[in-house]
């Protein structure tokens, strides 16, 4: 159980593009999603929390216009990036709190490697 | 704001030796959760153990236990054993809070030597 997807695992676009990145809770419903940002050899960063029907809540320093987060569902959330720049190359992964069992608990997708040209 | 301390960024321990990761963490609140994940290359980030503040005993899980000093604020985890398969990188992390927000330290890479 406690299964989270992420879709695409990894995407190449055109600077100045956008892209879609949907993360998806399979078994469980998702009470709050997270979005965290992790280069190379480094660690993961928050970006942003979501939860169901609300705006996004940024970590200081995202540009909110920039990474659009979108909680439409208990078992959805997706991040968009938009205007797409090289900088933006990295790996994306989220993450989602189970509404019941241990709820401080997060479960993590498997990424998205993101590739700007 | 809370910050997580790994202090060793690499560690390597021969297969089947015991090796020990540190993290130390700082906050001001009194019941908290402390986890160490695992990353290895696929980058899936796998949950090892999970320690309640408000539990004294340490948490185990299988051949990984934790050393848990809520004094001193520190949070090791010991592994037993080791594998080739253990080796990954290791994040300690904290969270509390309405949403439980996750904490990461640097990082700790670990190499097991066959």
């Known amino acids: 159980g406690a299964v989270v997807s992420q879709h695409p695992s990894r995407v190449i676009c055109k600077s100045g593009t956008s892209v879609k990145i949907e993360c998806r809770s399979l078994d469980f419903q998702a009470t709050t999603m997270f979005w965290y940002r992790q280069f190379p050899k480094q660690s993961l960063m928050l970006m942003a929390t979501?939860?169901?029907?609300?705006?996004?809540?940024?970590e200081q320093g995202v540009e909110k216009d920039k990474f659009l987060i979108n909680h439409a569902s208990l078992t959805l959330s997706t991040l968009t990036v938009t205007s797409a720049h090289p900088e933006d190359s990295s790996f994306y992964i989220c993450s989602a709190r189970d509404r019941g069992g241990y709820s401080y608990e997060q479960y993590f997708g498997p990424g998205t490697r993101l590739t700007v040209t | 704001a809370q910050t997580v301390t790994q202090s060793q960024p690499e560690m390597s321990v021969q297969e089947a030796e015991t090796v020990t990761l540190s993290c130390t963490y700082d906050t001001s609140e009194s019941d908290y959760y402390l986890f160490w994940y695992k990353q290895p290359p696929s980058r899936q980030m796998i949950l090892v153990i999970r320690?309640?503040?408000?539990?004294?005993q340490n948490a185990t899980e299988n051949r990984f236990s934790v050393n848990f000093q809520k004094a001193a604020k520190s949070f090791s985890l010991k592994i037993s054993d080791s594998q080739l398969g253990d080796a990954a990188m290791y994040f300690c992390a904290y969270s509390r809070g309405s949403n439980y927000k996750l904490t990461f330290g640097k990082g700790t890479l670990l190499t097991v030597n066959p």
């Open positions: 979501s939860n169901e029907g609300s705006k996004a809540t940024y």
């Open positions: 320690q309640e503040a408000y539990k004294q």
